[in-house]
């Protein structure tokens, strides 16, 4: 149990469009989910948190208007990063919680050219 | 803001070897989680741990809270055990929010 899902797995885009990354709990519901940022042999840091049905919450020194995030469902959270440059490639992750611990998607690779 | 410090930073292993690694947190935590990513950057839960020992075959983890600190053991280790382990705690104040270590990198050689 517990499978949380990521699409799309990898994404180039070019510099000044937007890309759009879903995050699934496969198996549970989960009314909130997390998305973090991970960059080249470095740890994760947390981005924001996404609640079912309300406003996301960011944390501090992230762009609420640059990184999108919408909980429609309770399965179901996206990340879209608008008009995306180069220092937004990253490793993109998010996690939701179910009992007492949180579980990880398999992230999403997005690189801007 | 809570500090995670995770030591060693890096560590080769020969296969069946043993090691140890640690997590220092500087305030109490609601919660302690260990986690591998492996080298195509999944994240895989090993332990919820915010105190006591707990074990799953080969590996084991303890969490003193009152001395803010957790060891992860890795015994007779194999090159599947290759990749990062990280830390994380959730602050007492924080929601579920994890605040992550900086990892420690393992490899092990066949």
């Known amino acids: 149990g517990a499978v949380v899902s990521q699409h799309p797995s990898w994404v180039i885009c070019k510099s000044g469009t937007s890309v759009k990354i879903e995050c699934r709990s496969l198996?549970?519901?989960?009314?909130?989910m997390f998305w973090y940022r991970q960059f080249p042999k470095q740890s994760l840091m947390l981005m924001a948190t996404s609640n079912e049905g309300s406003k996301a919450t960011y944390e501090q020194g992230v762009e609420k208007d640059k990184f999108l995030i919408n909980h429609a469902s309770l399965t179901l959270s996206t990340l879209t990063v608008t008009s995306a440059h180069p220092e937004d490639s990253s490793f993109y992750i998010c996690?939701?919680?179910?009992?007492?611990?949180?579980?990880f998607g398999p992230g999403t690779r997005l690189t801007v050219t | 803001g809570i500090q995670v410090e995770q030591s060693p930073p890096d560590l080769i292993l020969q296969e069946g070897a043993n090691s140890t690694l640690r997590c220092n947190f500087s305030d109490s935590v609601n919660n302690l989680q260990w986690f591998h990513q492996n080298p195509w950057g999944q994240l895989i839960n090993l332990f919820y741990?915010?105190?006591g020992t707990k074990q799953n075959g080969r590996l084991s983890a303890t969490t003193v809270a009152t001395e803010r600190y957790s060891l992860l053991y890795i015994s007779s280790s194999q090159t599947t055990d290759s990749g990062v382990y990280f830390c994380?705690?959730?602050?007492?104040?924080?929601?579920?929010?994890?605040?992550f270590g900086s990892g420690t990198r393992l490899l092990v050689r066949p």
């Open positions: 741990i915010p105190s």
């Open positions: 198996d549970f519901q989960a009314t909130t």
């Open positions: 996690s939701a919680i179910s009992g007492p611990g949180q579980y």
């Open positions: 994380a705690v959730e602050r007492k104040d924080s929601s579920y929010k994890l605040i």
